[in-house]
């Protein structure tokens, strides 16, 4: 007697940006699940991101999603942490210099933040937060990712975005704005969370 697995579902990657969404896919594939964006269905408000963390935007932002579309839906929130700055920019890194998000804006504010803060006192990192639910928005897991490094006031590098140009990573003697993005997705945050969702999604979707 032979019986068959359900197929494995649609998962949305709530983001609109396409770039961000084709990285994260090809980290996913092997599942045989099929992974769409928000440019697969009408534009609606995007969600509110008034969380204190990064996980309580990556819950609220998933859970928006799967009840607007009735999807299995996968969401990420993602910053900058400086110890100096008690934190900061964290929850608030992509508007840390207001809105219209500008990264120029920002990373001239943090380096101005940071006016006269000697080296060893310049640590931080990158996080990164997934989360995912299901159609009727329960969460099925959240998965994390941290890469640590030093704030520098020099612009480094042409790759990468956001604050990349000014996180120097200590061990390997760049700034993430240096490294080519398959080393980049090897070590950055966003990489090892989406890593570990590969694991949860495999765990999630074994028995179907």
Do not use: W
């Not at 928000?38 to 609606?44: A, G, I, N, S, T």
């Amino acid at each position: 007697m032979s019986g068959s697995k359900r197929p494995h579902p649609t998962i949305l990657i709530a983001t609109g940006n396409q770039g961000k969404f084709v990285e994260i896919a090809a980290e996913l594939s092997g599942l045989g699940v099929r992974y769409i964006s928000l440019k697969d269905f009408p534009p609606v408000p995007e969600c509110e991101e008034i969380g204190l963390t990064f996980k309580d935007n990556a819950v609220d932002k998933a859970r928006y999603y799967a009840h607007q579309f009735k999807i299995y839906t996968l969401a990420d929130d993602s910053g900058l942490e400086v110890d100096a700055l008690n934190g900061a920019p964290g929850v608030y890194s992509a508007r840390y210099a207001g809105t219209p998000t500008n990264d120029q804006a920002n990373n001239a504010k943090l380096v101005r933040e940071l006016s006269g803060i000697p080296p060893e006192k310049r640590g931080a990192r990158f996080r990164c937060v997934m989360a995912l639910v299901d159609p009727d928005e329960n969460l099925l897991g959240t998965t994390e990712g941290v890469i640590e490094g030093i704030i520098i006031d020099q612009h480094r590098g042409t790759n990468g975005f956001g604050y990349d140009p000014h996180f120097f990573v200590p061990k390997l003697g760049k700034t993430t704005a240096e490294l080519p993005r398959e080393e980049k997705n090897k070590i950055s945050h966003r990489g090892q969370a989406t890593r570990a969702m590969h694991q949860l999604l495999s765990r999630v979707f074994s028995n179907q």
